[in-house]
């Protein structure tokens, strides 16, 4: 297989960044503009191997919380991938959250020849990111984390 350019890289990358930073429920049904059909998705909580699996998550994630948004603060461009620092705000529905949450994590990127997106993976730290702010399970967080900290 051979790797895409870093400039066809970057070029993808690029279309990408408005289209996750401007994401709307909406666009969920654009993802095949920029995702391969087979494209494989992985984050703390999900793994599938398709579009209509990625579509699915993030409608998923248009259900769960207000007023999401990515913002993309770092971009480093390989031969065929990319690796995206963003940090994600937003506001939980179910819990009566009404102030801004915040995520950080990193995503990996690759692409096939014609520029889609063959393989997302997201990283980043439920434990601390996420758990540890709920409001029933964050106490018990907090405390395995001061438990196990050095």
Request: proline residues 4%; hydrophobic residues 40%; glycine residues 6%.
């Amino acid at each position: 297989m051979t790797r895409l350019s870093t400039e066809k890289t970057r070029a993808a990358v690029d279309a990408l960044i408005p289209f996750y930073e401007q994401l709307r429920p909406d666009d969920v049904e654009r993802f095949d503009l920029y995702y391969r059909h087979d494209a494989c998705f992985r984050d703390p909580f999900n793994h599938v191997n398709s579009i209509d699996g990625i579509k699915r998550i993030f409608k998923h994630m248009f259900t769960q919380v207000h007023d999401p948004v990515f913002r993309i603060k770092k971009v480093i461009i390989g031969e065929g991938d990319a690796i995206l620092f963003w940090t994600f705000h937003f506001r939980f529905k179910t819990m009566g959250c009404k102030t801004v949450q915040s995520l950080e994590g990193v995503s990996h990127l690759e692409f096939d020849d014609a520029g889609q997106v063959t393989l997302h993976r997201d990283y980043w730290d439920a434990a601390e990111e996420l758990y540890a702010r709920l409001p029933v399970i964050g106490p018990i967080m907090r405390g395995l984390q001061r438990i196990i900290r050095a």
